[in-house]
């Protein structure tokens, strides 16, 4: 291999490893996250959206208080939301489908 291809090659390798480097860097750390009840728009829930609906993407109203989505955590009951409902960590007796 000629001085140029070995050089060439090195500045690729050198770069590549910078490269990937940089994305371990600026990836943000995983933060823990936790159920969050009644914070989903409808269609919009993670999981368990009550009696009437089977899993993720299946509630039927907006803020639906038996349906959750992940947050990170700390931040569910700390939620605003329209009409002065706030998330909670278990499931709500608010704004529930008319069955």
């Given at each position: 291999?000629?001085?140029?291809?070995?050089?060439?090659?090195?500045?690729?390798?050198?770069?590549?490893?910078v490269?990937?480097?940089?994305?371990?860097?600026?990836?943000?750390?995983?933060?823990?996250?936790?159920?969050?009840?009644?914070?989903?728009?409808?269609?919009?829930?993670?999981?368990a959206?009550?009696?009437?609906?089977?899993?993720?993407?299946?509630?039927?109203?907006?803020?639906?208080?038996?349906?959750?989505?992940?947050?990170?955590?700390?931040?569910?009951?700390?939620?605003?939301?329209?009409?002065?409902?706030?998330?909670?960590?278990?499931p709500?007796?608010?704004?529930?489908?008319?069955?």
């Amino acid at each position: 291999m000629s001085t140029q291809k070995k050089i060439s090659a090195a500045t690729l390798a050198g770069a590549l490893a910078v490269a990937a480097g940089g994305l371990i860097a600026t990836t943000p750390a995983q933060a823990a996250n936790v159920k969050c009840y009644g914070v989903a728009m409808a269609g919009q829930n993670d999981c368990a959206a009550g009696p009437g609906t089977t899993c993720a993407g299946t509630s039927k109203v907006d803020y639906q208080g038996n349906s959750w989505k992940y947050v990170a955590e700390g931040s569910c009951t700390e939620m605003m939301l329209p009409g002065d409902r706030m998330g909670s960590l278990s499931p709500l007796d608010r704004d529930l489908p008319e069955m």
